[in-house]
């Protein structure tokens, strides 16, 4: 990538963090990774220091800290990054899942948009859809639930 679409990409990016109110935004697509991290002013000089570079991501995000914790029994399926959701395939279209829905590990549950790029957020589980906590059209964040699903025992 030259570096002028990378000065813009992170020009944009800078913007997103200033209209959401973010300290820390971190995206991966295509084998490109951006960390952006805001100084916070009265640290020390050493707490200031550009971070290491990251290990890499783990297979499940963090949960956001006000993130409800989840039974044994029940995944919640969180955000892998910041974005647009959309709930199906086209504005005309019946979403991909609703409550009540079996799924599967393969099964759609929604389109994420980051960076003009749609990305699928695929189940990874077998269960039934117990709830969904997003809109169509609705900005998410990385971390933030956004389906509850009821394992299948066994």
């Given at each position: 990538m030259e570096f002028e679409k990378i000065r813009e990409?992170?020009?944009?990016?800078?913007?997103?963090?200033?209209?959401?109110?973010?300290d820390e935004l971190e995206i991966e697509a295509d084998g490109l990774k951006v960390a952006l991290r805001r100084g916070r002013g009265a640290e020390s000089p050493a707490a200031a220091a550009p971070p290491p570079v990251a290990p890499p991501a783990p297979a499940e995000p963090k949960p956001a800290a006000n993130a409800p914790e989840a039974p044994e029994n029940v995944h919640i399926i969180r955000s892998p990054m910041v974005g647009t959701v959309y709930r199906s395939p086209s504005s005309d279209a019946e979403p991909f899942v609703e409550v009540g829905d079996e799924i599967a590990p393969?099964?759609?549950?929604?389109?994420?948009?980051?960076?003009?790029?749609?990305?699928?957020?695929?189940?990874?589980?077998?269960?039934?859809?117990?709830?969904?906590?997003?809109?169509?059209?609705?900005?998410?964040?990385?971390?933030?639930?956004?389906?509850?699903?009821?394992?299948?025992k066994g």
């Open positions: 990409l992170i020009e944009k990016l800078t913007g997103l963090m200033d209209s959401k109110g973010l393969d099964t759609v549950l929604c389109i994420i948009e980051a960076m003009k790029v749609m990305n699928e957020l695929k189940a990874e589980v077998e269960g039934v859809l117990q709830a969904i906590y997003v809109e169509n059209g609705e900005t998410i964040e990385y971390g933030q639930p956004l389906f509850v699903v009821a394992k299948k």
